[in-house]
């Protein structure tokens, strides 16, 4: 069971889907990390508000790239569809918002590791929790 399970993540469409679901979150996690150096260098917020309105925009830019790429041959077709998914989408990923950032404020505050490399941590802490139930529940996979 585990050895199928592990041959179907490297092989086949889970593989693909894996690897596409990963691209799509590694461009994210540059916007969001771009976005998240801007606001707090230049628009002066405090990290952890800037990561929550970063996190909120790059949902949104995720949700697009990952509709027409990712799960393109499940994905939500026309305006009520497409907007249950992003409603779903978000709802998975706002739900793993304080994940992100109980994980970031966690590095930043005990280990003291700089907030964008704690961000990037985060990312790939609740990235796991954010696929398995993006492709369950938005994409029905």
Do not use: C
């Not at 230049?42 to 508000?49: A, F």
């Not at 909120?56 to 041959?73: G, H, K, P, S």
């Not at 992003?86 to 966690?106: D, E, F, H, W």
């Amino acid at each position: 069971m585990v050895r199928e399970l592990l041959r179907e993540t490297l092989e086949g469409p889970l593989a693909t889907r894996l690897q596409r679901f990963f691209v799509v979150g590694a461009t994210a996690a540059g916007l969001q990390t771009l976005l998240l150096a801007g606001f707090v260098e230049y628009g002066r917020l405090h990290y952890l508000l800037a990561a929550a309105i970063a996190i909120e925009i790059t949902i949104v830019f995720q949700y697009a790239l990952n509709n027409v790429w990712t799960f393109r041959a499940v994905k939500n077709t026309g305006w009520g569809e497409y907007l249950s998914g992003l409603v779903k989408t978000n709802l998975v990923r706002g739900s793993a918002i304080p994940i992100q950032l109980g994980v970031l404020y966690g590095l930043v505050t005990w280990p003291g590791i700089a907030y964008l490399i704690a961000n990037g941590i985060a990312i790939l802490v609740s990235g796991v929790y954010r696929y398995v139930l993006d492709a369950r529940w938005t994409w029905d996979v």
